[in-house]
């Protein structure tokens, strides 16, 4: 992020920002005028919701953003989890997807890496509705 952003938040929504939580009591908005890694509570995941191992993914690298006491643990674990899919998939669109978000996470890119986790979400549910022959079901490798 470069240059000024400005966030809105509602009464009661947090906002995280180098590993800081924000709550807004009221209504605000706060105007970011330096780069800083930040995530909306609605990007955030919680433990419950990681059912998938892409989503698995997401909370690892959600951890990296969130924790700076956690980054280099979270990303050793996204590297192990993205390998044991490339080992568990042989469908192209999510072999793509999970070495574009190594990349990401390679270049040290891990708020990117985290939007097109989010983005490959569609993929991994499109193959756990009607996974194909050679694929393992999503589920199976959770």
């Not at 995280?16 to 990007?43: M, P, T, Y």
């Not at 700076?68 to 793509?96: D, V, Y």
């Amino acid at each position: 992020m470069s240059g000024n952003l400005r966030i809105s938040l509602r009464a009661g929504e947090r906002l995280f920002i180098n590993g800081a939580v924000i709550k807004a009591d009221r209504k605000v908005s706060l105007e970011l005028l330096n780069d800083v890694v930040f995530l909306l509570e609605q990007h955030v995941m919680k433990p419950e919701e990681t059912t998938t191992p892409l989503r698995q993914l997401y909370f690892m690298v959600q951890m990296m953003l969130m924790d700076p006491s956690l980054h280099l643990k979270a990303k050793e674990m996204a590297f192990a989890s993205i390998a044991e899919q490339l080992a568990a998939f042989s469908e192209p669109n999510i072999r793509q997807a999970l070495g574009e978000i190594k990349k990401l996470l390679e270049d040290d890119r891990p708020l990117e890496a985290l939007k097109r986790v989010r983005a490959a979400f569609a993929i991994e549910e499109a193959l756990v509705a009607a996974p194909s022959a050679g694929d393992l079901n999503a589920k199976e490798v959770a």
